[in-house]
T-cell receptor
Framework: DTAVSQTPKYLVTQMGNDKSIKCEQN?????MYWYKQDSKKFLKIMFS???????INETVPNRFSPKSPDKAHLNLHINSLELGDSAVYFC??????????????FGEGSWLTVV | TQLLEQSPQFLSIQEGENLTVYCNSS?????LQWYRQEPGEGPVLLVT?????EVKKLKRLTFQFGDARKDSSLHITAAQTGDTGLYLC???????????FGTGTRLTIIP
């Protein structure tokens, strides 16, 4: 049973298209995240939701719009895709609060390639 | 922006050798975690350290949190090929949900 599952795992699309990546967690966690890992393997947070409420929104272009229909799901929609959006996108979840180092569980990643 | 610098960036050693990976910052963190990420997968948590000076052992892996909570180290004894992977440190601040990741160390253990 996959704890954090995201789809699709691989996505190749043309510049200018709009695409979505879906994420679901079955751990009963309150907090979910989207991270971006670039070609140098640097992992950086994009968004965080706690009980469907946005709590972290890093400096991300507004072409990226997260949506949390319920606390078990956090989807990422990307408009007008650009070449620089090519990366691996990781969904993750944890039980709040995070500041004392609670475990964060990552999905397997979605490899997005924009051509 | 808080930055966690890891060194070395790349490390390739023979099976059976010992190694140490470092994670340094000028910022203080309330807790620090180490993750291992294998190709095609997401990072998996290895350990969390929360007290300055804390040392935790996980079989052949020893993790230490610096006294000032600004740095950490991961020492692997008698490395095995299964230790190959990308090692990431990550820090959290008090009252902040955000986890800041380090620059990563790509470890390759040669049989």
């Amino acid at each position: 049973d996959t704890a954090v599952s995201q789809t699709p795992k691989y996505l190749v699309t043309q510049m200018g298209n709009d695409k979505s990546i879906k994420c679901e967690q079955n751990l009963g966690h309150d907090t979910m995240y989207w991270y971006k890992q670039d070609s140098k393997k640097f992992l950086k947070i994009m968004f965080s939701y706690n009980n469907k409420e946005l709590i972290i929104n890093e400096t991300v272009p507004n072409r990226f719009s997260p949506k949390s229909p319920d606390k078990a799901h956090l989807n990422l929609h990307i408009n007008s895709l650009e070449l620089g959006d090519s990366a691996v996108y990781f969904c993750a979840s944890s039980q709040a609060p995070r500041d004392r180092g609670n475990t964060i569980y990552f999905g397997e990643g979605s490899w997005l390639t924009v051509v | 922006t808080q930055l966690l610098e890891q060194s070395p960036q790349f490390l390739s050693i023979q099976e059976g050798e010992n190694l140490t990976v470092y994670c340094n910052s000028s910022s203080v963190f309330s807790s620090l975690q180490w993750y291992r990420q294998e190709p095609g997968e997401g990072p998996v948590l290895l350990v969390t350290v929360v007290t300055g000076g804390e040392v935790k052992k996980l079989k052949r892996l020893t993790f230490q949190f610096g006294d000032a909570r600004k740095d950490s180290s991961l020492h692997i004894t008698a490395a095995q090929t299964g230790d190959t992977g990308l090692y990431l440190c990550a820090g959290t601040n008090f009252g902040n949900e955000k986890l800041t990741f380090g620059t990563g160390t790509r470890l390759t253990i040669i049989p």
